[in-house]
């Protein structure tokens, strides 16, 4: 039936800790920028679309917004 073993569960390398932790908060940060670029692109294509700004004015809010919001986000 069932056979009891007394050993070691993980047989493969030993865990590297600092490398999970690296990754992990490589992974946060990406998602976090990755959130404020996707945003601040939604707010500057519905002020072109939306307003009289046009293209460039929206270029520039673009610019603005991901700016300020790696400032806030730091």
């Known amino acids: 039936m069932a056979e009891h ?3 070691p569960v993980e047989t493969g390398a030993p ?3 600092s490398e999970h ?3 992990y908060n490589l ?4 998602t976090k920028y990755g959130t404020l670029f996707c945003a601040s692109l939604l707010i500057a294509m519905a002020a072109a679309f939306f307003t009289t700004m046009g293209f460039f ?3 520039v809010l673009l610019i603005i917004l991901n700016v300020a919001g790696f400032f806030f986000l730091r």
């Open 5 to 7: 073993h007394s050993g």
């Open 15 to 17: 865990m590297d800790y």
């Open 21 to 23: 932790e690296k990754t």
């Open 27 to 30: 992974f946060l940060n990406a």
């Open 57 to 59: 004015s929206s270029l």
